[in-house]
Every structure is written in structure tokens, then in C-alpha cells.
């Protein structure tokens, strides 16, 4: 379990620093809903040409 959490813990440090954000899971989070939403939204540009 120990090394489960570990792994997490590392996983969420590679994101922030990919995000370039703090590293607590609600900052990861948010950082990661926008990058969603401005893939849907470029997305839904090109469907509409």
C-alpha cells in the first residue's frame, strides 16, 4: 500500500510540474478541467467549419 502511494505522490508531482501548477489535487484539477474545456472548445470549432 506504501509503495501505491508513493507512485501517486509522484504521478500528481510529474502533473503539476507538467501543468506548471502547485502540487495539491485540487490545483492539478482545475488546471487539468481547462485544458479540457479548451480542447472541447477548439474541438467544437473545427466540427462547425
Known sequence: MQDEH????SLLTRLSDYLNCDDTLLDIENNVK???????NKNSRRSKL
Open 6 to 9: 508513493k507512485r501517486m505522490d
Open 34 to 40: 481547462q485544458v479540457l474545456e479548451i480542447k472541447d
